[in-house]
T-cell receptor, first 113, second 115 residues
Framework: KQEVTQIPAALSVPEGENLVLNCSFT??????LQWFRQDPGKGLTSLLL?????REQTSGRLNASLDKSSGRSTLYIAASQPGDSATYLC????????????FGTGTRLKVLA | SAVISQKPSRDICQRGTSLTIQCQVD?????MFWYRQQPGQSLTLIAT?????????ESGFVIDKFPISRPNLTFSTLTVSNMSPEDSSIYLC????????????FGPGTRLLVL
């Protein structure tokens, strides 16, 4: 059974700091992995999607890496801003035959001005 | 891309009653999903709703408790039946756009409190 864990559960950093959020999963047989951002009252927004054959994806100040063999993904946020404050969720999709995603419990990030 | 709206955004209900949550997508989508996020927990998939067929429920979720409708390619409803305080959660609608699109889009969620 796939389980997804995110560490830390909460993080508070000063503005401008670079930071890394961690995601680990127990079954390496994944199809892809997505990082989402969750803002209160606004649902989830997809940030980056990494296919199982890829090692990393970048979008602006965000970089996500994937090490399937070790069951790990990291989300790197450069030069953090107060607007980055949100809960970050990672989710894995098991195979190409299902669109079910298994979500982690998230990392609640607060960037202090 | 897709923009998803949900109604209501929040509600407070009495135990034993039912609530129907509506999900509207601004474009036709192939697959829609309903998730639950209990306090302090991760998102859990309740069911997949496909137009023209019965919804597919995940283990632990049954149609009598969570009936779903999908009358067309842009709309779905989830009913939470015979509610108890344990049903207090955020319910999120999600959609997959097209066959080549991998990104899933989410609605803003419906925050439900059952007293």
């Amino acid at each position: 059974k796939q389980e997804v864990t995110q560490i830390p559960a909460a993080l508070s950093v000063p503005e401008g700091e670079n930071l890394v959020l961690n995601c680990s999963f127990t079954d390496s047989a994944i199809y892809n992995l997505q990082w989402f951002r969750q803002d209160p009252g606004k649902g989830l927004t997809s940030l980056l999607l990494i296919q199982s054959s890829q090692r990393e994806q970048t979008s602006g100040r965000l970089n996500a890496s994937l090490d399937k063999s070790s069951g790990r993904s990291t989300l790197y946020i450069a030069a953090s801003q107060p607007g980055d404050s949100a809960t970050y969720l990672c989710a894995v999709r098991r195979t190409s035959g299902t669109y079910k995603y298994i979500f982690g419990t998230g990392t609640r990030l607060k960037v202090l001005a | 891309s897709a923009v998803i709206s949900q109604k209501p955004s929040r509600d407070i209900c009495q135990r034993g009653t039912s609530l129907t949550i509506q999900c509207q997508v601004d474009s036709q989508v192939t697959m829609m999903f309903w998730y639950r996020q209990q306090p302090g927990q991760s998102l859990t998939l309740i069911a997949t709703a496909n137009q023209g067929s019965e919804a597919t429920y995940e283990s632990g979720f049954v149609i009598d408790k969570f009936p779903i409708s999908r009358p067309n390619l842009t709309f779905s409803t989830l009913t939470v039946s015979n509610m108890s305080p344990e049903d207090s959660s955020i319910y999120l609608c999600s959609a997959r756009v097209g066959t080549g699109e991998e990104t899933q889009y989410f609605g803003p969620g419906t925050r439900l409190l059952v007293l």
